[in-house]
Each structure stands twice: as C-alpha cells, then as structure tokens.
C-alpha cells in the first residue's frame, strides 16, 4: 500500500521471519511494486544513521514487551533522518464499549495490555520522538486499531 500510494518513494519491508519475508516478497510481484526485502528485527535495524526519511510499522508492537516497544522505538529513532517521521498502525485503546469486549480477551494475548491501555505515545516520548500523535482509530474485529505518529527531533 505504501508503494502504490508513493510510486517513486523507496520501500524498503523487513521482517525477522524468512517465511515472513517470502510471502511478502511474492505479495509485491503479485502487486507489481519494486519493493527491497531484507532480514532483521525490529530492535536491531541493519541500517546506518540518519537514513530513511519514514519508518512505517503495521501490527507489530502488539507482539512485543514493554522493553521491546521501547528498543524498537529507539532503533526507528537511530535510523530516521532529523525531522524524520515514525508511523504505527497497531492495537490501540478502545474508545467504546463494543471494543472493549475484544480488548478484554487480546490484553492477554501477546504483550497488547501497554496498547490497549493508551500507552503507545507515552513509549514514543519515553524513545525520544516529538510532536506524537494518534490521527485515528478503526473498530475491527480484534479490536480498536489506532494510527500513531512521531517525529525525531
């Protein structure tokens, strides 16, 4: 999607997970986007300093623990530019009370208790970002997905 909403922007997927990365790798042929692939993990980005302008993370950070969270974080801050921009759509607190039946059951699954309890701009500030915001939230069948975002200072 970032690809095909950003035709001359650079993408570059990563995923700890070979498997992981071969059925992204076949997703993007099947879209038809020039996309970079490469092995790693969150907490420990194989890329210099200052290099990307964006680092976009999707339903990801409901999977890892507070120190977690806070280790990729850091690393996205590591690699982005001055001013650059961190996105996440992720788990996020429910606004209503639908959403908060599905929350009761995901807060124990995974690591999504810090998500569910609104503390994803919190751990951005505690990494360093600026100006963190939530510019949206969506009800879906697992729950309240919300939109963040963070800016390296």
Not at 34 to 55: H, M, Q, S, W
């Amino acid at each position: 999607m970032v690809k095909k909403s950003q035709p001359s922007a650079k993408v570059i997927g990563i995923d700890i997970d070979p498997t992981g990365l071969k059925i992204a790798k076949g997703k993007a042929a099947q879209a038809g986007v020039d996309i970079t692939f490469d092995l790693g993990t969150a907490f420990k980005l194989p890329y210099p300093e200052n290099y990307f302008d964006r680092v976009v993370s999707s339903l990801i950070f409901h999977h890892l623990t507070t120190e977690n969270k806070v280790r990729s974080l850091k690393e996205a801050l590591r690699v982005l530019k001055p001013k650059g921009e961190l996105h996440i759509a992720d788990l996020g607190k429910p606004r209503n009370l639908l959403m908060h039946l599905p929350s009761k059951v995901m807060r124990h699954l995974e690591e999504s208790e810090d998500n569910i309890k609104g503390l994803l701009p919190h751990t951005f500030r505690i990494a360093g970002f600026e100006q963190v915001k939530e510019n949206a939230k969506f009800m879906t069948m697992v729950g309240t997905i919300a939109l963040y975002e963070g800016q390296k200072p």
